[in-house]
């Protein structure tokens, strides 16, 4: 039986130290990245076989941020779940610091997929993938793409090799805010409709709201029982989920909020600073 609840609350941890981390580096992403909070609050505290103590265990699932500019989510999940301490969230996007921009898989523990250039990180998916059936290993491989993202060529020419090699151990998260850098999707360059398209590729397809537990679970276990095809599941999303003046809003793309906004973002959010953890760096944003 899953504690949705205990779910709950870690997805507002994850909340409150993706806006604190990037107010600090007063930079960084987001609003991608609180739209996918709850896709990786279930897979890296339900879904995903992996051992923060040993990040490079081979069997290990795989994860691929193909979204790379939100970093800060992952980063927050790898933190939460012990890959490394809290304090590092503080030095991100600082010179020397693991926690880069984009995530890089030399520098953090945890990572399995450097990425950032958009397109190119369902193509490495496919790779781990199809790497599982030749080793032969049996973990899965799972993947976030935008849907801004998706205006990309190589992520189709990527999801015609999924489907053509039957990467059932591939499951694809894609996350459908709707909008990306420069406006809404639709009109800088539709990749709309996702479900016909994929099919048309010949993956199975589910299409849910992203931000609802239960059906993030109920999608991700058909997928795994999903024999000889890749499995998408196309979540419905709001781009800067959780805060007022962050949702939908696309101009905020690949900005952080003020210290002044921040206190206000960590009001709605709810919860407290988290005992004995450094975020907040002993500035104790949001009281
Ligand atoms: C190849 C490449 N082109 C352009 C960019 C700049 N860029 C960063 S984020 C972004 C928009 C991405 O939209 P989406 O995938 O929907 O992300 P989300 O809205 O969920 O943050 C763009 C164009 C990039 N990182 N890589």
Request: proline residues 5%; glycine residues 12%; aromatic residues 8%.
């Amino acid at each position: 039986m899953r504690d949705l609840d205990r779910l709950r609350d870690i997805a507002r941890q994850l909340r409150r130290d993706i806006l604190v981390m990037t107010t600090e580096a007063r930079s960084g992403h987001p609003g991608g990245s609180l739209s996918a909070v709850e896709i990786l609050t279930a897979l890296y505290f339900d879904l995903m076989n992996i051992d923060p103590k040993d990040p490079r265990w081979p069997e290990r699932d795989r994860f691929v941020l193909s979204k790379g500019h939100a970093a800060p989510v992952l980063y927050a999940a790898l933190a939460e779940r012990g890959f490394f301490e809290r304090d590092a969230l503080m030095r991100l996007r600082k010179i020397g610091s693991m926690l880069q921009g984009h995530p890089d898989m030399l520098k953090t523990p945890g990572v399995d997929a450097s990425t950032g250039s958009l397109g190119q990180g369902l193509s490495f998916a496919c790779g781990l993938a199809l790497g599982a059936r030749l080793a032969p290993r049996s973990y899965r491989v799972w993947a976030l793409v935008g849907d801004g993202e998706s205006e990309e060529g190589q992520i189709w020419e990527a999801a015609m090799f999924a489907a053509h090699y039957g990467l059932d151990n591939l499951t694809v998260f894609q996350d459908w805010n709707g909008l990306q850098i420069d406006g809404p999707c639709d009109k800088v360059l539709s990749p709309y409709p996702l479900d016909e398209k994929w099919r048309a590729f010949g993956w199975e397809v589910a299409v849910i709201d992203g931000h609802d537990f239960a059906q993030i679970f109920q999608a991700a276990d058909a997928a795994a029982r999903t024999r000889g095809r890749p499995s998408v599941i196309i979540a419905k999303t709001v781009k800067g989920k959780g805060v007022s003046f962050m949702e939908n809003q696309a101009g905020g793309h690949g900005k952080a909020a003020s210290p002044e906004q921040l206190a206000v973002a960590l009001a709605e959010i709810g919860g407290a600073e988290k005992a004995g953890g450094a975020v907040g760096g002993g500035r104790h944003y949001g009281r």
